[in-house]
């Protein structure tokens, strides 16, 4: 693959850590897989924040939250937009997983990293893929997707990446090429040999049981603790291995012979139903054997008859003992597994079995490595110290408090309901009295005016009756004037008189008209002057105006309540006279508590295990010598291992060296970028926007070349510094006279007047300098000439063809073409054209012919 390719881990080498990397081809980052431990551990993920806008897909291998547990986190939180690419299972059944997960973290503590939305985001973004499917990245880096088959879980996949397809680069991790009951095995399928791949040492010095073996133990386990009448706690996953472990339990239960069909067998989770309704719709992901009974007889083997789907410790509660438990959660850190653990721990008669194992400061692990010690009859501690979360109700003052505040907030909220109600009627208001119509500005026009001549009228009538019935003014004492009184409009009964043709929108208009003003009682405005001593008066009239009827498009707008039966009608308003913010009941009992107050608590306690404990592999993965005979078939041309503790990793590099699988090995650590690129002799130079502008290319069929005389300096990919002739300091010696017609010849041209100490130092620099490689414009001053270079190989044969098409007639004659006795063209073994005759224009035109078949620059 002619791609420069890193690779950096953020979480997953030298330990059992889940699995985050980064792979970058060329400017294109890759997300492979981002899972979360138990403990939700921010140091990694603080680590990858610095990269979140940077990457550009997603790829998720197995639906669990060691593979995917982080990318709530990334999506919800910090802003991750990039698509994200799973099979139809795995997008499935990893929201259920994060579901469980979620659930079990609120149940015992406060926790706020994400929540069931941010889940959800996450799955809406997922582009869904069948295995063998090819996707096409988006943009125009040309790297296509492939899941391929990979066993483990219910649709777990191998990444296959490719680059217009070139070279392959394979992430395969946690993969099993052994034939399960509910899943086929691996496969390789159409993967020749890999240019990089990226591969897991978890199992390389583990060698597993026999599955027969293993199933008799774990048969036997259940067998002799429920014949003591004693409970079994089998700790699984949530959604992936599960479904094997159910699938293997439900036809012993179903067994006349095995006789346990007299026990309860439970599978506990907050998800379990889903899961198992989940499993039922994904046949065609399953082994051939389950395909073809589906097909045949219509048999879907998780119908499971004699599993019990319960979602809470109260319904477990409820299930009659002794019964087998099948807890989510592998950790044992939070979640059922954990809770019954520490119920049922101190019983003897109980029996605790994991079946995989997890990250190594987890109970879970602890409680492997005591049953490993139990069973080789060494000397262990029974006692483990642990911290013991729990979510309890609030009581005395605390629960007192909590109503208060409550009730506080629930008043807050009230008061900010009605003020939104308030505002929300006045912007109706004001928005019915903006869409008045000009007819209605009119009308309201007429009625002021009509309103004006009434009031002129009025006074005029006041100012006459005065003048006849007083005297003067001069004789007119207080006492009189608050004795006079006036008539009023009211005793004449005047009609208003407006136009016919008014129309008003909206309801019923109301107008007074004021008369004088009632406080002006001064002696010397008596009720002889115009205003002078004359109370105000009103006269009230009213003004109908019909409402206009609302029209859209369709016609007149039609009220349903209109035709609304009366009972119906009461019903709906009773219904929203009870859940309105004002109606009785809410003023009865302000407040009402759905939920019960709860605080979270944490101890420090000394548990004493003495149930019995056994660890029965169900994981599911290949083992060592399954993952060397796989590598031996593929060898791989470089090699990066992952996933697997100090021994087992250094236990396979040292491997494939010593056998010579595989000749180039990387064992990156924590935070730490290797360079994997398949083509040692690749250099990434970008031209700097100058340089480009004045750059001349020429077309020589479906390509173009140039000359480029430029320097070669490092500069932050960041900067938007780019003048013409920049003198900054430079970190590499700048190359004159650069021909890069082609890649080798240009990576060779670097290399000159270089020793090899120098090449070690610029390769160490290299890998930890993030700055980039520029080629920036040379001065003139600094520009040397060059002869002319001709860029192609055309055969004589097609030169002899274009001259024909010309209207020249050649013959070839001992490997020369002789054109009408004019030219001879020769062509040397070095490759160039020689064209001999006599001097004349039919010799410089066909000349010109031949150099039109090149690109000179």
């Given amino acids: 693959m002619a791609s420069i390719i890193k690779f950096k881990p953020f979480s997953g080498v030298y330990g ?5 990397y980064i792979l970058t081809i060329d400017n294109v980052r890759i997300l492979l897989d981002c899972g979360w431990d138990e403990k939700f551990d921010m140091d990694f993920i603080n680590e990858l924040k610095k990269h979140v806008h940077q990457i550009n897909a997603v790829l998720i291998s197995y639906g669990d939250t060691a593979h995917c547990g982080a990318l709530p986190y990334l999506v919800g939180k910090l802003g991750l937009k990039c698509p994200i690419y799973a099979t139809v299972p795995v997008s499935k059944m990893g929201q259920l997983a994060l579901y469980d997960a979620l659930q079990g973290k609120l149940s015992n503590e406060d926790f706020d990293l994400f929540s069931f939305d941010d889940i959800d985001a996450v799955f809406d973004r997922v582009e869904q893929l069948k295995y063998n499917q090819t996707a096409l990245l988006r943009g125009d880096n040309g790297l296509q997707i492939t899941a391929l088959p990979a066993g483990h879980m219910l649709g777990g996949s191998i990444w296959r990446i490719t680059k217009m397809g070139d070279e392959e680069i394979v992430y395969a991790v946690d993969y099993n090429h052994k034939r399960e009951r509910h899943l086929n095995g691996c496969t ?71 006789g346990l069909s007299t026990y309860n ?42 599993v019990r789907c319960c979602h809470s410790m109260s319904e477990l509660n409820r299930v009659r003992s002794p019964k087998v438990v099948l807890a989510s959660g592998l950790d044992m850190e939070s979640g059922f597994s954990r809770e019954l653990f520490l119920d049922w721990c101190i019983e003897t008669r109980n029996m605790c079995i994991i079946t995989g194992r997890s990250s190594d400061s987890s109970l879970g692990s602890k ?72 007819d209605a500005a009119a009308a309201a026009r007429a009625v002021a ?4 001549r009434v009031a002129q009228e009025e006074r005029e009538k006041l100012e006459r009756e005065a003048n006849i019935n007083g005297k003067d003014k001069e004789d007119v004492t207080m006492d009189q004037v608050q004795q006079h009184t006036f008539p009023t409009y009211s005793t004449h009964r005047r009609q208003l008189k407006l136009p016919l043709s008014v129309k008003m929108a909206y309801g019923d208009y109301l107008t007074y008209f004021h008369g004088p003003d009632s406080e002006n009682h001064s002696i010397s405005a008596g009720p002889f002057t115009r205003y002078g001593g004359i109370r105000r008066k009103k006269i009230a009239f009213s003004v109908t105006v019909n409402k206009p009827v609302p029209w859209d498009d369709y016609g007149e707008l039609i009220d349903p309540e209109d035709y609304t039966i009366v009972e119906e009608l009461k019903g709906h308003i009773n219904e929203h006279a009870g859940n309105s913010d004002e109606s009785e009941i809410e003023n009865d009992n302000p407040f009402v508590f759905d939920d019960v107050p709860t605080k979270c608590i944490m101890k420090r306690a000394k548990i004493e295990v003495s149930c019995k404990l056994h660890f029965i592999d169900f994981e599911g993965r290949s083992d060592g010598e399954s993952v060397r005979k796989l590598l031996e078939r593929l060898q791989p041309r470089k090699l990066v291992v992952v996933h697997g503790n100090t021994s087992s990793t250094k236990n396979l590099s040292d491997y494939c060296v010593q056998n010579k699988i595989v000749e180039d090995i990387h064992a990156p650590y924590v935070n730490e970028t290797v360079d994997a690129t398949v083509e040692s002799r690749i250099i990434q130079v970008k031209l700097s926007e100058h340089l480009m502008k004045t750059l001349k290319f020429h077309k020589i069929r479906d390509v173009e070349v140039c000359w480029i005389n430029a320097k070669l300096v490092r500069r932050d990919p960041f900067s938007r510094k780019d003048e013409p002739y920049h003198s900054a300091p430079e970190l590499i010696t700048p190359i004159e006279n650069v021909n890069i017609d082609d890649e080798e010849d240009a990576v060779e041209s670097m290399e000159v007047d270089e020793d090899g100490e120098t090449m070690k130092k610029r390769a160490k620099q290299n890998a930890e300098d993030e700055r980039i490689l520029v080629l920036e414009t040379l001065p003139p001053a600094e520009q040397l000439p060059h002869r002319s270079l001709y860029i192609d190989d055309p055969k004589l044969s097609d030169i002899k063809t274009l001259l024909n098409s010309k209207g020249y007639q050649g013959e070839f004659h001992s490997g020369t073409l002789f054109v009408e006795n004019v030219a001879a063209i020769q062509r040397t073994t070095a490759g160039t054209f020689s064209v001999e005759g006599r001097t004349s224009l039919e010799l410089y035109r066909i000349r010109d012919l031949l150099k039109s078949q090149f690109a000179i620059i």
């Fill in 16 to 20: 059992h850590a889940p699995l985050c």
């Fill in 188 to 258: 390789f399928d159409g993967v020749g040999r890999p240019a990089l791949m990226i591969t897991d040492a978890f199992n390389a010095i583990y060698n597993q049981p026999r599955r027969k073996n293993r199933d008799e133990q774990l048969v036997n386990q259940l067998v002799s603790t429920m014949r003591d009448g004693g409970d079994c706690l089998v700790v699984i996953d949530t959604a992936g291995r599960v479904l094997e472990l159910a699938h293997l339990l439900d036809q012993l239960w179903q067994n006349s012979e095995a």
């Fill in 265 to 306: 067998l439970v599978m506990l989770s907050s998800v379990a139903s889903s899961v198992i309704e989940a499993a039922k719709s994904q046949i065609e992901w399953m082994a051939d054997k389950i395909q073809r009974d589906f097909e045949t007889g219509r048999v879907n083997p998780f119908h499971l008859k004699s």
């Fill in 367 to 438: 409680l492997i490595k005591m049953a490993e010690l139990r069973d080789a009859k060494k000397p262990c501690n029974n006692t483990i110290a642990l911290e013991i979360k729990q979510r309890v109700k609030l009581d005395g003052a605390e629960l007192a408090a909590y109503f208060e505040k409550r009730k506080a907030e629930h008043e807050e909220a009230k008061k900010k309901r009605q003020e939104m109600k308030r505002r929300k009627e006045r912007d109706e208001i004001l928005d019915e009295s903006d869409s008045d119509d000009e």
């Fill in 449 to 452: 005016e009509a309103s004006a």
